[in-house]
């Protein structure tokens, strides 16, 4: 029988073969390594476990066994009765649909098989399906992985993922936070995307859907040509390939610009991103809003802070200029209310003071109704910080919109 499992180089593995009945485990031969308690992978290991007949007869091959937790039952060849892989474990299934499977513990590992429960991986997964009932979170996943269910909150080191059923259609969906850390180029293809989903890093393929409400967020990776894109939010740090086409509720991060204390243009690498919503309904900048669905406005202004900024102490701006035929007023959120501003820089109050910047953070604007107060609206939105008083703000992309007559 022959068992292969996938694991990143660099990682310290650990051998272990349990024998069936009526047979003893003897040793492990092969490499070199094969002979050590403990394998650092450089490179490809083949090892060999030998076993030697016991009393019992001549035994009927099967995967090795990997216990579970306290009380529960083991894996064996063709079972699915287990709840949990325990930690530095690994479990070969051959392609069975696993039924009972709750939890893969750190370290351990499941290959070959289709999940149609709801699990909970500290562990990895290779060559998996993830069936249309199940739900998986957590883990490192490598090799080729297919959801038709849902899938949350990993990394992906495998050679790509599809969301593809066996019909051909769109039904696997991707949540939370996704690091694409691939050292082969691996590719995630033809996914949904759950609100306020991320995926960090590698490359995408294909047709990839966001949520319209609260579209995904995509930074740091590759998007291959003749892709197609749906209700995402795009980073600073995305290469787009030839032939893309941008699809529905699109957008973009945009970069912000920085002033100094003498008031001179100063470089920044912060990226913003505007969000304007309306009653379960989200709006592109410069949208123009009827009364109606100006009386439910929520909008939010997304920073990504430059790398240089994090962890400093500083205090967030918030300024909007409201126009009408007759005139124009100028505005600063303090706190939870709005005043009237005079237009000079020293006079300009903070939103909200910050002990440390985090590396992302969502501002809040406004939430509430607007509609007894048509005319155009511009909205700029930043921070200052507290060593020399530089502020950085969306100053060539602020937030836009108007509310009709």
């Known amino acids: 029988m022959l068992c292969e499992s996938a694991f990143e180089t660099g990682e310290n593995v650990t051998l272990t073969a349990t024998a069936n009945v009526g047979s003893e485990f003897v040793n492990f031969s092969g490499d070199s390594d094969c002979q050590k308690d403990e394998i650092f992978l ?22 090795p066994t990997t216990s579970t937790s306290s009380g529960g039952s083991s894996w064996s060849s063709g079972s699915t009765t287990s709840t949990v892989i325990t930690s530095h474990s690994n479990y070969n299934a051959g392609g069975s649909t696993l039924t009972d499977l709750e939890e893969i513990k ?22 998996i399906t993830i069936g249309a009932e199940g739900i998986v979170s957590g883990g490192i996943a490598t090799g080729t992985i297919k959801v038709e269910g849902y899938y949350e909150n990993f990394q992906f080191r495998g050679s790509y993922l599809t969301g593809l059923n066996g019909a051909g259609k769109i039904k696997g969906m991707l949540g939370g936070t996704i690091f694409n850390n691939s050292k082969v180029r691996g ?20 047709t990839i859907i966001g949520d319209p409400l609260y579209p995904a ?8 040509s003749g892709s197609h894109l749906d209700n995402v939010s795009i980073g600073l740090q995305v290469e787009i390939g030839e032939d893309v086409t941008l699809g529905a509720g699109v957008e973009f991060v945009l970069p912000g610009v920085g002033v100094n204390n003498l008031g001179q243009m100063i470089s920044s690498q912060t990226g913003f991103l505007s969000h304007v919503r309306t009653e379960n309904k989200r709006h592109a900048n410069a ?22 900024h994090v962890g400093q102490l500083a205090e967030t701006l918030i300024v909007a200029y409201h126009k009408t035929v007759t005139k124009t007023t100028s505005y600063m959120r303090v706190g939870e209310n709005w005043k009237v501003w005079n237009g000079e820089t020293e006079s300009l109050e903070a939103a909200t ?5 985090a590396e992302r953070m969502a501002v809040p604007i406004f939430d509430g109704d607007l509609s007894e107060l ?15 008083l530089s502020i950085i703000f969306n100053g060539d992309s602020p937030l836009k919109f108007s509310v009709e007559n």
């Open 42 to 63: 450089s490179s490809d290991v083949n090892c060999t476990a030998n076993f030697k007949l016991g009393s019992g007869g001549t035994p009927v091959p099967s995967a």
């Open 106 to 127: 750190e370290g351990g590992q499941i290959a070959n098989a289709t999940i149609v429960t709801e699990v909970i991986s500290h562990g990895w997964l290779s060559n």
């Open 187 to 206: 590719s995630i293809q033809n996914v949904l995307l759950a609100p306020k989903c991320s995926i960090i890093g590698g490359i995408l393929r294909e």
């Open 217 to 224: 967020l995509l930074e740091d990776l590759t998007i291959m």
């Open 287 to 308: 949208i123009k809003l009827t009364r109606y669905e100006a009386s439910t406005l929520q909008i939010e202004e997304q920073l990504f802070v430059d790398s240089k």
């Open 353 to 357: 003071p910050y002990e440390a910047l």
């Open 374 to 388: 048509p005319g155009e609206f511009d909205i700029y939105s930043g921070y200052r910080l507290e060593t020399d």
